[in-house]
């Protein structure tokens, strides 16, 4: 089941407010969602759903036996067992196959390929909990008596699948008691209407113009580059508006998860582009790899460079993935040592410009090698015209001409433009003008996106496959 999904918004939803609202008591409350929670998940995944469950009441156990050891040493080797167990099952399901095929072309080997399907959403669930494991042994959480309690910390549907990864820690007080005001619920179907506006409206029309251009008979240069620019118009309206209605939908049943995205598109730099894009994800990696590797203050380009190699591979096992993660890790290392110190010794009215001109250039290559697991090298060599046939042609011109409301849109959209002008109105009108206005909002975005929805074909969300 998908956010985006007329049974979702009209069916799904309206049922679990009516069930959960119309309950008082709050272990009730937390029965309810866990349920649905698990329905949501098994609609797309009824067998793995058992295996979210296993998992969950594994680093239940997990954590009591870390805190019940009464020597470091077997804290740690509880530790280690939880982390390994979560890695196993992490590493069996998404890259087992991967590297048996890899050792089998490397090796001229015949062992056997196993074959599994993929969990949706395993790379996050087995993230949050690893992290819930860690922050206890660390004793920056307490451990979970309650096993539903932990199940619904990892299972809550709005975060299940695609994030934001949500650290135990954040929501640990949530878990018990929460709070819903009709405040609440109006700023969740806010953000949500966002995001579904975001997913619906641009991110599915920019996928349909990068078909377009990628389906050009003759690759022009043009054509190539429109394309992986629409591309990562796509992935950052497509990701940002699910972490929009995920924030949305907690926000409705009292949960405050983390922002996950900041106007990343308007980045002077890679390292500045990184803190903005997926920021739960780069914050665990920050937490629990960066800075025990030794940060900043040892062997900081070696840290660098694994933490990139494990964010690629996080991504999905292929080598244009590692690839992109050594990509990142070489241009990251090149701001820090060379890029930056050159952008200091120039007047700001040149450096300004430029970073933001190479920004968008690293960012949007980035993703061309995110984009291409198959002919990679062939199709990141067009970007450069080896192969292309020419500068464009009257074919991809029309395509642009067609889609060209649609870019200036989307680029609009990805600046904090419409938050900025936002912020300076509403400090002069009154509360309930404002819940007026985003009360408007709501039933335009969803009446606009439900029109859009009708009849269209399934279109899940690009983070599904990781």
Not at 213 to 225: E, N, P
């Amino acid at each position: 089941m998908v956010f985006s999904n007329l049974f979702f918004v009209y069916v799904f939803l309206p049922l679990l407010f009516l069930a959960y609202f119309v309950i008082k008591n709050d272990a009730y409350r937390r029965g309810v969602l866990i349920l649905f929670s698990l329905a949501f998940y098994a609609w797309g995944e009824p067998i793995c759903v058992f295996l979210m469950i296993g998992l969950v009441f594994a680093d239940y156990l997990f954590g009591i036996m870390i805190i019940k050891s009464n020597t470091p040493a077997r804290k740690r080797v509880w530790l280690i067992l939880a982390i390994v167990s979560n890695l196993g099952v992490l590493f069996f399901y998404k890259y087992l196959g991967f590297f048996t095929s890899t050792l089998n072309t490397v090796f001229r080997s015949s062992i056997p390929v196993i074959s599994v399907s993929m969990p949706i959403g395993i790379s996050f669930f087995t993230f949050q909990t690893m992290s819930y494991v860690i922050d206890v042994y660390r004793g920056d959480a307490e451990v979970q008596k309650s096993y539903f309690r932990l199940l619904l910390y990892v299972s809550f549907f709005p975060q299940l699948i695609a994030g934001p990864i949500v650290r135990y820690k954040d929501i640990e007080k949530q878990l018990v008691y929460r709070s819903v005001a009709a405040a609440d619920i109006n700023e969740g179907l806010f953000r949500f209407s966002c995001g579904l506006a975001k997913k619906v409206l641009i991110a599915d029309c920019c996928e349909t113009a990068l078909k377009a251009f990628y389906a050009l008979d003759g690759a022009t240069l043009s054509s190539r580059w429109l394309g992986a620019v629409f591309f990562t118009l796509q992935l950052y309206f497509d990701f940002s508006g699910y972490s929009d209605m995920a924030i949305g939908l907690g926000r409705m049943f009292g949960f405050r998860f983390i922002e996950n995205f900041n106007y990343p598109l308007i980045a002077r730099s890679a390292t500045e582009f990184w803190r903005r894009w997926h920021i739960s994800l780069g914050t665990f990696f920050r937490d629990y790899v960066y800075i025990p590797l030794g940060g900043n203050r040892h062997n900081q380009y070696r840290n660098i460079l694994i933490v990139w190699i494990l964010t690629g591979l996080w991504h999905g096992a292929s080598w244009n993935f590692i690839l992109w993660g050594l990509y990142y890790a070489v241009i990251l290392v090149f701001e820090k040592k060379v890029w930056l110190k050159v952008l200091e010794a120039i007047p700001k009215a040149i450096s300004v410009p430029v970073s933001h001109l190479c920004t968008a250039f690293i960012t949007v290559f980035g993703f061309a090698i995110f984009y291409f697991d198959k002919d990679l090298i062939m199709n990141l060599g067009r970007l450069f015209g080896i192969g292309c046939v020419s500068l464009s042609d009257i074919f991809t011109e029309s395509i642009l001409m067609d889609n060209i409301l649609l870019l200036l849109s989307a680029v609009i959209s990805a600046t904090p433009v419409f938050h900025f002008l936002w912020d300076k109105f509403k400090d002069r009108m009154p509360y309930s003008a404002e819940r007026v206005i985003k009360t408007a909002v709501i039933v335009v975005l969803t009446a606009v996106s439900t029109v859009r929805l009708v009849g269209n074909t399934y279109s899940p969300f690009l983070y599904f496959r990781f």
